[in-house]
């Protein structure tokens, strides 16, 4: 979909969500009209249209709140944070054990984003800060995610990479990574994007419904040391997407 095709009013909407969101006290919609830069007619709308839907609650003070009726828009993805949360003991333990960075990716449009990381206590660990997103067309996490895809979407998804996409690597090397995951259940990303950054992923099951990937991250040094090679690697990934979480009974 083009970035064209957008409404402003509902992006700002969503910058007075993420204001308030940012927010532990209630604010004046005059407030939210001069730090948003909404016009006060348009600003006093908006607030009255998500009133309305209850996504916004007057505090009794003065003031908005996000309200919790909003929680039903957020409950599809309340199991997704819950799981991720009981996750983090153990990706905390597993980089520590590789000594690398290790992170949970997540699908969102055409692009990965890291949604949970772990990061080891030595030095100069390379770092993907929760939030950052990277096109599906680069690096084994995106790959992992595309595999779960029927191939006429794989292929939307390439069509859209970005030119730099390609510089190191072609259509060809995606599509060999997607095929290692479905084959193999990892796949591994050896400097190819990146001549610096090796990287090796697995699909690990969040919900019933929702695949990530889980991947450890490190410089080339860190995967020559590893122990069992990078067989034992894939292993030891594989190894947390089966054992260590609570049951979701």
Not at 56 to 67: F, K, N, T, V, Y
Not at 92 to 97: I, P, Q, T, V
Not at 130 to 143: E, T
Not at 202 to 210: A, E, N
Request: aromatic fraction near 6%; glycine fraction near 6%.
């Amino acid at each position: 979909m083009k970035k064209t095709q957008t409404i402003p009013a509902l992006h700002k909407a969503v910058s007075l969500m993420n204001y308030l969101a940012d927010r532990s006290e209630a604010v004046p919609v005059k407030e939210l009209s001069y730090a948003l830069n909404i016009p006060s007619a348009s600003c006093y709308r908006m607030v009255n249209t998500l009133l309305e839907h209850h996504w916004l609650c007057e505090d009794p003070a003065g003031g908005l709140r996000i309200a919790f009726g909003f929680a039903h828009v957020a409950r599809a993805y309340s199991e997704v944070e819950t799981r991720l949360r009981e996750l983090e003991p153990t990706l905390r333990a597993l980089s520590e054990d590789l000594k690398m960075s290790v992170k949970v990716s997540l699908c969102e449009g055409h692009y990965a984003t890291t949604a949970l990381r772990a990061e080891p206590s030595k030095p100069n660990a390379i770092t993907s800060p929760i939030g950052s997103r990277i096109h599906l067309s680069i690096g084994s996490a995106a790959a992992v995610l595309l595999a779960q895809m029927p191939d006429h979407a794989i292929k939307t998804v390439l069509a859209s990479a970005p030119e730099d996409a390609w510089e190191r690597q072609k259509p060809g090397d995606v599509r060999q990574r997607i095929r290692d995951c479905r084959e193999k259940g990892a796949c591994f990303e050896l400097g190819n994007y990146h001549p610096s950054i090796y990287a090796c992923s697995v699909p690990i099951q969040l919900t019933d419904t929702l695949v990530g990937a889980l991947t450890a991250v490190g410089w080339p040094e860190d995967f020559e040391r590893t122990q069992g090679g990078l067989e034992g690697l894939r292993n030891c990934l594989r190894r947390v997407t089966t054992k260590d979480l609570p049951s979701r009974e």
